[in-house]
């Protein structure tokens, strides 16, 4: 067992040393044999969160983001503090931003983002890493709350041709999506037209056009779709009817 006091550097008192140094160590035994070579000695005082100043949790909505602040301490004068995250998380995205000293304390922004309509908890764990290797750890938890996306038109409905005494059919999962609701509880409804109607069959699943005797030529309609938070979309469809 050997103690090295970081003051004493060749038989010379220095105070407040604080760095890496180089000691030629030399082992003898009993029998006069004895081996030396190079010691690298690290003489610092490791890097600190502030438990008390850095927020266990992080709460914010899905496909939104959020700002907070991580705080550490560093005794030793001139550290270098470098923060980042610690293995990955699936879901959850951090960003660095500026870095401050306020008084014995650096202060790092970080931003917390999700991917898209991600929600749940997740923990993410940061790093503070001083300019000799030393570190220390800390753990937020994340905790994104679920916001409710209307559903979506993925394409624009075709130009559509029918006969005065036919019908046209639709699938409607070609043209839209909800990630949130069921599929079947969506409501349909269709304005700005008289003269074709518009029916919904099969669990939502077919779109049924019929022209109303005796129409003959081109109407466009709205094809408005609620979920079942009272969210809508909205698209044209124009229908031509001929003989």
């Known amino acids: 067992r ?7 550097v060749q ?7 604080v760095g890496i140094t180089q000691i030629q160590f030399t082992a003898t035994t009993f029998f006069d044999e004895s081996v030396s070579g190079p010691l ?56 660095f931003g500026t870095q401050e000293v306020v008084g014995d304390t650096i202060r790092q922004v970080v931003s917390l983002s999700s991917i898209a309509d991600y929600f749940g908890n997740d923990v993410v764990r940061f790093s503070v890493l001083d300019q000799f ?8 938890q994340a905790v994104v709350k679920p916001v409710n996306d209307p559903p979506r038109f993925i394409k624009a ?37 008289d003269s074709i109607a518009f029916d919904v069959t099969a669990n939502n699943n077919t ?20 979920d079942t938070s009272n969210a809508a ?7 031509n009817v001929d003989r």
């Open 133 to 140: 290797g030393l570190a220390d750890t800390i753990a937020v």
């Open 11 to 17: 038989g010379l008192e220095i105070t407040n040393f």
């Open 40 to 95: 690298r000695v690290i003489v610092d005082t490791p890097p600190l969160f502030a438990q008390d100043a850095t927020p266990d949790s992080m709460i914010y909505f899905e496909d939104r983001d959020t700002t907070f602040t991580l705080v550490a301490v560093d005794p030793d004068p001139g550290a270098q503090l470098t923060f980042s995250t610690v293995g990955t998380v699936e879901n959850i995205r951090a960003t």
């Open 207 to 226: 779109m049924v056009i019929t022209p109303v005797v005796p129409f003959q030529g081109t109407r466009t309609a709205n094809v408005v779709v609620t």
């Open 233 to 239: 979309a909205i698209q044209r469809i124009t229908v």
């Open 2 to 8: 050997v103690l090295f006091d970081p003051r004493i």
């Open 157 to 193: 409905f075709p130009p559509i041709e029918v006969a005065a005494l036919d019908q046209y059919m639709l699938t409607l999962s070609e043209y839209l999506e909800d990630i949130d609701d069921p599929f079947d509880r969506l409501q349909f409804a269709f304005t700005g037209v």
